[in-house]
């Protein structure tokens, strides 16, 4: 079942053949050299990092013990929108994601605010990842000047920055190290820390649902850690924007996605039980909100002394993983928004190899380093969780929009993911989806005015 037409009242004719012009104008296109395995890895290596090692003891402080509940729940709103990915990706594989499908599908106003709510959203991402690496690091040394946190963190973003320009097969190759010692030190944790779950769960997982340090209600509190933690599983989104660079898309970009989600599912459910039942709910998430490292706390609790030092590594490594992909798929939806003209042409142009759009991920580092220097994870975060819920939204409702032939799943997954995130964005704190809804007047005020300066200076040539 598709959205009727008049669903996107304001497409004119003379819009519907700009449209089509643009998604018609030759480019130089980004080399396709990677396949199932080095996609899911870069799937991997978005959501298996800051998602697990920082969102898990935000999410705890806001739901207590039943953050393993809303992990579960969190999962399964992903993997609805993870598949209207999958089949808009594999229709329609160039870089931008949503930002196309929404220019494809919907109308040019809705494509290029799911360009700039999903910059906005993964730019607070990337800067959490920075800052969580610190955490992790300095408490790993031992380290104590709170000073370095910020300045350690935007050298790690240059750092990253530098090694995204080199393109995207190095890039690869670094992620697929990275995630690799990542999940090794998620297994060490999961297995360390089954000795001291088992003694004591019964005391830390009880009261399962209770209200929150803030006085949130259970259920409130729940539905605020669904959406913190629906923004941990996203980076299967990084496939999908990465999707003209993958081979063979139709079969490639859906398959990747899946197994992403259900390797991820399975890693997060069983650290949060562990992290919970060994550290307590409150424990953790201040551990996250004064170091920034919850998991490396509730590592100490273990009988092996070599778990929390394992783990500190294995965060580390997931964080630059995160900050890696992060890049990457940032860099290509500017790509694409420089190609069409809604940011600056020299953003959509790539190097000399074709490999690397040069402009867009120098712009993109500049920007995660300006929010890195607020140092607050639970802001970057959430500010994060309202945007890309709100980005995701608009991939459901263009999926709504796509014919029964190029359509690879039911439409009722679609329709569930649209609701679910549409509702689940206004369960973050007020002050941030005040300010999401203030970001997305404003950038759509920003595209009718470039639209309507366009216009006029088309009737004036003519």
Known sequence: ????????????????????????????????????????????????????????????????????????????????????????????PVSGGTYEYGYRWLHPSLGFLAGWMFVSAKTASAATAALGFTGYALNLL???????????????????????????????????????????????????????????????????????????????????????????????????????????PRRNIPLSIIITLFVAMALYASVGLVAVGTLGADALAAATSQQA??????AREFDSSAAAVIVAAGAMTSMLAVLLNLLLGLS?????????GDLPSLLGRLNRSGTTPTAAVVLVGAIVAGLVLLGDVKTTWSFSAFSVLMY?????????????????????????????????AFWVEQ???????????AGLAWWWIADWLRRRNTQRRT
């Open 1 to 92: 079942m598709r959205l009727p037409n008049w669903v996107f009242v304001g497409l004119s004719d003379r819009e519907s053949k700009t449209q089509s012009s643009q998604d018609q104008q030759p480019h130089s296109s980004l080399k396709r050299e990677v396949g199932v395995f080095g996609a899911t890895a870069m799937g991997l290596g978005s959501i298996v990092g800051t998602g697990i090692f920082v969102s898990i003891g935000v999410a705890a402080g806001t739901a207590g013990p039943a953050v393993i509940l809303a992990i579960l729940l969190a999962a399964f709103v992903a993997s609805c929108n993870g598949l209207s990915s999958a089949q808009l990706a594999a229709v329609h």
């Open 142 to 248: 031992g380290v104590k000047f709170p000073g370095w946190h910020t300045a350690v963190s935007l050298a790690i973003v240059v750092l990253v920055t530098v090694l995204v320009l080199s393109g995207i097969r190095l890039s690869n190759v670094v992620n697929m190290f990275l995630v690799s010692i990542t999940v090794a030190s998620l297994i060490v944790f999961v297995i360390a820390g089954v000795p001291a779950l088992m003694e004591r769960a019964a005391d830390k997982l009880t009261p399962f649902f209770a209200p929150s340090s803030r006085g949130v209600s259970p259920c409130g509190g729940l539905l605020e850690a669904c959406a913190l933690m629906f923004v941990a599983y996203t980076g299967y989104g990084r496939i999908a924007t990465l999707g003209e660079e993958i081979s063979e």
């Open 293 to 298: 490292a919850p998991l490396e706390a509730a």
């Open 332 to 340: 290509r939806v500017v790509l694409a928004m420089g190609r069409r």
């Open 392 to 424: 995701y939204a608009l991939t459901n409702l263009a999926t709504l929009r796509m014919s029964n032939e190029e359509r690879l799943y039911p439409p009722i997954i679609a329709w569930f993911g649209l609701l679910s995130c549409l509702f689940l």
């Open 431 to 441: 002050h941030i989806w005040i300010v999401g809804l203030a970001l997305v007047l």
